[in-house]
């Protein structure tokens, strides 16, 4: 198989000829770790991920944080660049939320909202998609966001204890900042498909270690009915796009809404936190599990054979078929020792095909 053929019979339920892998980092890049010239071809990786082009006010944000040296703790360039975009200031208590102020719906047209459904953020998007494939690479891409695509873009547009507030006393409020965002989402969800991805992935931190951050009533009140308008727009583009969805923490309450609503799979199922065997054996096929590998410390702590140990404990316990290996943290810091990142790849390349 072709890791793009792998990647989809992952996600359709199915046993691929060995386990496909995948690696996520977050305020680090490939190169920050990896030994120099390093490429994802070189670590056989399967999924490529498309990027909209940054906004005009982010390029120029981005040619003022180059200054900086590299070592400078300010967060990722695409980090910042998004932040300064939303006009989102986490690093000043008084200005950080910018609808923060916001009474009524109608607040929200004074917002500077962000150009991410501008038609040059996406015109090169189909020639990233055919390169890939055209390589054999399953093509995975997310709509533009602030940290998350409704729930985490809304709470640090209006600031958390101010939306957690508005979803119970001030709804009209809530729905109309919701509505808003999700018209931004959709609209780029559809120019993915449009643009022929394999995976849209969406993504919102919705959960805790232990519990959600709101309610699963909550969540099929504000959030659950937005994300099924979105999927829907994008597969009537695309009928036989994959739908990935991503939220740190537990979230297992709303894991049958998420089936219903057409998503194909689950990340990163963090199994210090949600149990990717019970959920394995009480959804089936139904959801693919993409992550399931590592506690918070492991690759920043564990050895290279523990690391190696629980790679083979999850394709052991939860079988080949519908899984995508992937840590379950992202690889968030310069100095997670690339031992660790290669037992990983290597581990899944060993235990990820069938005895012969």
């Keep these: 198989m072709e890791p793009r053929e792998r990647v989809l019979a992952a996600l359709a339920g199915q046993e ?13 890049d490939l190169a920050d770790i990896a030994p120099p010239g390093c490429t994802e071809e070189d670590l056989g990786l399967e999924v490529r991920v498309v990027e909209f082009e940054p906004s005009r006010a982010e390029q120029r944000f ?33 200005r950080r939320n910018p609808l923060a102020e916001a009474k009524t719906v109608a607040d929200l047209a004074d917002y500077p909202w962000p150009d991410i459904t501008a038609g040059y953020r996406y015109e090169g998007l189909k ?9 054999g690479y399953a093509v995975a891409g997310g709509p533009p966001h602030l940290g998350g695509e409704l729930f985490e873009t809304a709470w640090r547009l209006r600031g958390f204890q101010n939306l957690l507030l508005d979803l119970i ?11 808003r965002i999700a018209d931004l989402c959709r609209h780029n969800a559809v120019a993915l498909a449009e643009a022929g991805v394999d995976i849209l992935v969406l993504d919102d931190d919705v959960g805790m270690p232990t519990t959600m951050i709101i309610s699963p009533a909550t969540w099929r009140e504000f959030l659950g009915p937005r994300l099924a308008a979105i999927i829907r727009a994008a597969r009537a583009v695309k009928p036989d796009l994959r739908v990935l969805y991503h939220s740190d923490g537990y979230f297992e309450p709303i894991i049958a809404d998420l089936i219903g609503i057409g998503v ?8 210090d936190v949600m149990d990717p065997l019970g959920i394995k054996k009480r959804y089936g096929d139904r959801v693919a599990l993409w992550g399931t590998v590592g506690a918070q410390t492991t690759f920043s702590f564990a050895t290279p054979e523990e690391i190696r140990r629980e790679v083979k404990l999850r394709i052991e316990t939860l079988g080949r078929a519908g899984l995508v290996l992937c840590p379950a943290y992202d690889i968030d810091e310069p100095d997670v020792p690339w031992e660790n990142i290669l ?9 990820g095909a069938p005895p012969k």
């Design 169 to 179: 006393i001030n709804k009209e409020l809530a729905h109309g900042l919701l509505d």
């Design 62 to 94: 981005y040619q003022h944080i180059e200054q900086f040296p590299m070592d400078t703790r300010i967060g990722s360039p695409s980090q910042l660049r998004t932040y300064s975009e939303w006009s989102y200031r986490p690093d000043d208590e008084a």
């Design 127 to 135: 020639k990233q998609v055919e390169r890939w494939q055209g390589e």
């Design 16 to 28: 691929p000829d060995k386990v496909p892998k995948a690696l996520s980092f977050y305020r680090v």
């Design 343 to 351: 037992a990983f790849l290597e581990a899944v390349e060993e235990y």
């Design 264 to 271: 194909d799979a689950i990340n990163p199922v963090q199994p």
